[in-house]
């Protein structure tokens, strides 16, 4: 199982939730509930995922999935930075601007 750390900052306006590890099938469960909680802490939610090494499709589809439960209820839900390694992986599959957008 790989480790997922997280840290949910109050900002001016909104949250931060930064992440740090690796994320996959593993854990997506976990963040799933994870952003599910922090969107009840927020309607304005950002998303730090600079520290994270590594991401497979399975969380990819996890922050698609947080961003439209995100709208659905009226919330803001955005990736605000990313690692090269996940960067690349949304620039790859043409996410980067739906998940970035500003």
């Known amino acids: 199982m790989s480790e997922l750390r997280h840290t949910l900052s109050p900002e001016v306006g909104h949250s931060r939730l930064a992440l740090e590890g ?4 593993s854990n997506t469960r976990a963040l799933r509930a994870l952003f599910s909680w922090a969107l009840q802490q927020s309607e304005d939610l ?12 399975s969380g990819i589809a996890t922050l698609i ?12 839900f955005r990736v605000i930075a990313v690692s090269e390694r996940v960067r690349l992986a949304l620039k790859l599959l043409c996410l980067e601007q739906m998940l970035m957008e500003p």
Do not use: F
């Open 46 to 57: 950002r998303v730090d995922l600079t520290a994270v090494v590594s991401m497979d499709s």
């Open 22 to 25: 690796e994320i996959d099938i």
């Open 65 to 76: 999935e947080a961003r439209g439960n995100a709208r659905r209820e009226g919330k803001s």
